[in-house]
């Protein structure tokens, strides 16, 4: 049995990954990352979850099945609807499950409107710029915090 389950949530137009701008965003399919972000979860004996939906409500849903689902923790890229999305912060908030806020790029060189983030003041981190990396090292900070909390 794993010892944590974790949740990974894609947020709008990060199904094009792969084609959409690779010089933001890299040439990485969003499968391959999904499969990246697997096998090294495979290594903290944690088991993942992956989706991506265009959908802010959907998104929403992902977040609310999560506390049924005892997801331990949620590596997020909301993608457009960090800068505008309260109804996600909220989510995040009632389901009260720690979460990292992942970012391909690095949003506070690009413009103002994605310097404001609407979740990232209540998020256990935020890692942004370092491509598909970012996923992992979203993992590896989540999993350090997790174990902290068990010990
Ligand atoms: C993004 C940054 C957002 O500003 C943008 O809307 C995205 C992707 C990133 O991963 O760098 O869609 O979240």
Do not use: W
Not at 11 to 22: A, S
Not at 46 to 64: P, R
Not at 71 to 98: F, M, Q
Request: a negative charge.
């Amino acid at each position: 049995m794993s010892d944590f389950n974790i949740l990974v949530l894609h947020g709008p137009n990060l199904n094009l990954l792969g084609t959409r701008e690779p010089e933001t965003y890299g040439s990485k399919t969003l499968h391959d990352i999904n499969a990246e972000i697997a096998t090294l979860a495979n290594t903290f004996n944690a088991s993942i979850s992956t989706a991506q939906s265009n959908h802010e409500g959907e998104l929403v849903e992902y977040i609310q099945q999560a506390k049924q689902q005892n997801i331990d923790g949620i590596i997020i890229n909301p993608a457009a609807y960090t800068h505008t999305s309260v109804a996600l912060r909220d989510a995040l908030l009632a389901v009260n499950i720690p979460f990292i806020e992942v970012h391909l790029s690095n949003t506070q060189q690009r413009e103002d409107f994605r310097q404001k983030s609407f979740l990232a003041d209540a998020a256990t981190g935020i890692v942004a710029g370092f491509g598909s990396t970012s996923y992992m090292l979203a993992l590896q900070g989540l999993m350090t915090h997790l174990q902290h909390k068990e010990s």
